[in-house]
């Protein structure tokens, strides 16, 4: 909107300039300077700059990006399947390395699609070339601090300054929502390496993450889909949590926990057979410090304002920015370069463009063969040129561009 305004004050200046120019103006005559026409030149110039800025602000991202492309599949070499998470490397460290991907997966493959989820131990790292090389397999036997339940990755995936990896856990025994357990946040280093977890009362089945980092302090994003336990969640229940966590990390200093803070709660979640469990999944922060979360239960989006700072919960439902339309159990997210929001719909194989307004202004299909339940996380590629996306119907890394 402030590139609209610019615009139309530019052009008024011009417009004012012209009719001074032509002696509409009952001021007293002044001497005209070579000066002028550049002013008015240099303003005109201003005026379609402004507007043209302000009509590709407004373009839906999604509109422009029609064709997808395979980039590699994301099956380590132990069989794990259902890639979730997907975190882009900002700078070469260890085994990191910068512009490539990180993903994790839930499953582990003698489970298959249904029986093996939250059994899933591997995260992969793959190049926009298709190269895929193996990050980190989490063994439940040596973690080096709690994790109720053992290691299933979910889309929970991050990393902290000092080359640091956080991948959630939301683990099973046999892939049913009868045998999950709270999990916790493991916290891996450069090389692949577990080094601590973050557990406790506040995390409780950690499903996604987002975190925003200046110098050596981060602020992480967890939503919680399991709070109070499966065994409560056969019939949907309003009590799931997103929870910020300010932590200190860096070169050589392990991620250090310096608050936790409930920024909104009252947020459905149940069971699912399917999906393990249907709850607050995707997240990502607005320039403003709006946080929005998708509440994949009730095909909502949620806007949690001054998320970075404040000190009490938002209730869910006083916090609803859009809900239903071409929403379908949204489950990843991510901002699109104009400020928008792209969510992946786990009830069909759409991502969908809704502005901070609330309105659906785009739809775009990125699974055309196998639909629902195959979309989960998503990253911007480099320039905004496309998204890229893990489907886990087919187990690939792909690019809508």
């Known amino acids: 909107m402030k590139r609209s305004y610019l615009a139309v004050g530019a052009l008024a200046l011009l417009a004012a300039l012209v009719i001074a120019g032509c002696g509409g103006s009952s001021s007293p005559s002044t001497t005209t300077t070579e000066s002028e026409p550049a002013a008015e030149t240099e303003a005109a110039t201003e005026a379609a700059s402004a507007k043209e800025e302000s009509a590709h602000s407004s373009e839906p991202f999604l509109s422009k990006l029609t064709s997808v492309s395979k980039i590699a599949s994301t099956v380590p070499s132990n069989g794990d399947i259902n890639p979730y998470g997907i975190v882009s490397v900002p700078t070469s460290v260890g085994k990191l390395k910068e512009g490539q991907m990180l993903i994790s997966n839930f499953n582990a493959k003698e489970g298959a699609k249904q029986s093996g989820q939250g059994t899933g131990t591997t995260i992969v790292q793959v190049s926009t070339a298709g190269k895929v090389s193996p990050f980190a397999t989490v063994d439940a036997k040596t973690l080096p601090g709690p994790c109720p339940g053992g290691v299933g990755l979910t889309t929970a995936l991050d990393i902290l300054p000092g080359g640091y990896?956080?991948?959630?856990?939301?683990?099973?025994?046999?892939?049913?929502?009868?045998?999950?357990?709270?999990?916790?946040?493991?916290?891996?280093?450069?090389?692949?390496?577990?080094?601590?977890?973050?557990?406790?009362?506040?995390?409780?089945?950690?499903?996604?993450?987002?975190?925003?980092?200046?110098?050596?302090?981060?602020?992480?994003?967890?939503?919680?889909?399991?709070?109070?336990?499966?065994?409560?969640?056969?019939?949907?229940?309003?009590?799931?949590?997103?929870?910020?966590?300010?932590?200190e990390s860096g070169e050589g200093q392990?991620?250090?926990?310096?608050?936790?803070?409930?920024?909104?709660?009252?947020?459905?979640?149940?069971?699912?057979?399917?999906?393990?469990?249907?709850?607050?999944?995707?997240?990502?922060?607005?320039?403003?410090?709006?946080?929005?979360?998708?509440?994949?239960?009730?095909?909502?989006?949620?806007?949690?304002?001054?998320?970075?700072?404040?000190?009490?919960?938002?209730?869910?439902?006083?916090?609803?920015?859009?809900?239903?339309?071409?929403?379908?159990?949204?489950?990843?997210?991510?901002?699109?370069?104009?400020?928008?929001?792209?969510?992946?719909?786990g009830g069909d194989g759409n991502m969908v463009e809704t502005t901070p307004e609330g309105k659906q202004v785009a739809v775009q299909t990125a699974d055309k063969k196998t639909g629902p339940g195959s979309l989960f996380g998503l990253e911007l590629a480099p320039e905004g040129k496309g998204i890229y996306f893990v489907d886990d119907g087919e187990n690939t890394l792909n690019l809508l561009h």
């Open 165 to 247: 990896v956080v991948v959630g856990s939301l683990p099973t025994t046999n892939g049913k929502t009868a045998t999950a357990r709270y999990g916790c946040l493991i916290v891996l280093d450069s090389e692949g390496k577990a080094v601590e977890t973050i557990a406790g009362k506040n995390i409780q089945g950690p499903w996604d993450s987002t975190a925003e980092s200046e110098g050596s302090k981060t602020t992480l994003f967890v939503s919680n889909a399991l709070n109070g336990g499966a065994a409560k969640g056969r019939h949907t229940i309003d009590n799931s949590t997103v929870l910020r966590i300010e932590l």
């Open 254 to 345: 392990m991620p250090k926990v310096t608050g936790e803070t409930v920024v909104i709660d009252e947020i459905p979640w149940v069971d699912s057979e399917e999906a393990l469990v249907l709850g607050p999944t995707g997240l990502a922060l607005g320039s403003d410090g709006t946080l929005y979360v998708a509440s994949t239960e009730d095909s909502k989006i949620l806007a949690v304002p001054e998320a970075m700072t404040r000190t009490t919960a938002a209730p869910a439902a006083g916090s609803v920015l859009a809900e239903g339309g071409h929403l379908n159990e949204p489950l990843g997210m991510v901002l699109a370069p104009n400020g928008n929001i792209v969510t992946t719909n």
